[in-house]
């Protein structure tokens, strides 16, 4: 378990000499290069309403996208009328309801605090 730390440690050193080293010329890369979306003066009260515009856009675009919701149900819905399932698709629909379950069972141990068998009490 020591060596294990020792190695964790000098990992841990190795990567704080590359941010430091190239931290600041990285950082000052990625405002070049993106300048075209920061507004000058960088005030809160700017950074307080563009939080707001996103926010309310987001709330607005909410009827859109539960009419794609329902739009892509009454396809599906459709589709198993008709009878066009076939073993691709059925196959498709199998995969993603597995990946789907899979991302809900790992939301569940990163929520108990990376336990498999429960809570912390």
């Known amino acids: 378990m020591a060596s294990k730390l020792g190695q964790l440690q000098s990992k ?3 990567a704080s000499r590359v941010v430091a080293k190239n931290g600041c010329s990285y950082y000052k890369h990625l405002l070049e290069k ?3 979306y ?3 003066p960088p005030t809160t009260e700017k950074c ?3 939080a707001n515009q996103l926010f309310y856009t987001r709330l607005a675009s909410i009827p859109h996208r539960c009419n794609a919701f329902w739009k892509e149900l009454e396809n599906t819905k459709h589709l198993l009328k008709k009878e066009h399932l076939n073993i691709e698709n059925a ?3 199998a995969l993603f309801a597995l990946e789907c379950y899979a991302w809900f069972c790992g939301g569940e141990i990163i929520g108990r605090g990376f336990t498999i068998t429960g809570y912390y009490v």
Do not use: F, R, Y
């Open 38 to 40: 920061i507004l000058d």
């Open 34 to 36: 993106n300048k075209e």
């Open 12 to 14: 841990v050193t190795q």
């Open 91 to 93: 196959g498709t629909a």
């Open 48 to 50: 307080q309403s563009l």
